[in-house]
């Protein structure tokens, strides 16, 4: 199973969940950070997650075979001008301590597995946010420029997440993720209400914009968000 958190640092999560909902909701209904938003339904070839690596244990893995409702490939995408890192510079840093560009009110991560202020294959991670649940999750894939995280049993989804940068005429940072609710009320809340999508869909705006600051850089151009849909056969 899963490594829980000590109940100490589950009661004091706990106690923030009122003041984390309402900032997360205020920010996102004032947000104006200029956007460019695409979605459109996808062939199964577009929309299929990387395999698994054969050495990291799969155990307790939640595949998005065990997954609920469509399948949702996502890529997030910042462009930073002028920063003051490089692309494995800027990893290293998240990697290190993923907080540096979560937007913590909401979302705070917890690394239950593994040396702190290091990231190695193997190593779990328990994402705390507002309500009463958490989102367990396993690095899978480490690169000096990426890594890759998949759910475990019991998180809210099912797939797999990387985040990566690279230089190209600016730095650029990534966001790509494949996955479906974890079960069917989770995708009654993400795809037919699409409250906890928009939701989503604020959060990782928010990792765009710290990671932005974090590569002391600026914003080159609009954020962008490119959404593949698959309808799944439960």
Known sequence: MPRALPLSRRISTAARWPAGVGLTSWRY????????????????????????????????????????????????RTRIRDASCSAEELMQQIGSDPNAVAPTEFARFFKVVGEPHRLRAGDEFTVRMPGPWDGPVRVVDVTPSSFRLATLEGHLEAGQIEFRAYEDSELVFEIESWARSGDRLSSLLFDRLRIAKEVQLHMWISVLERATKLAGGTRAGLNSIETLRFDMDD
């Not at 979605?39 to 939640?62: F, K, M, N």
């Not at 998005?64 to 409702?69: F, K, L, P, R, W």
């Open 29 to 76: 209904m004032w947000r104006t950070t200029p956007l460019h938003r695409t979605e459109r339904h996808a062939e199964p070839d577009d929309s299929s997650p990387p395999e698994l690596p054969t050495d990291v244990a799969s155990e307790e893995i939640q595949t998005i075979d065990a997954g609920a409702g469509p399948l949702f490939h996502r890529l997030y």
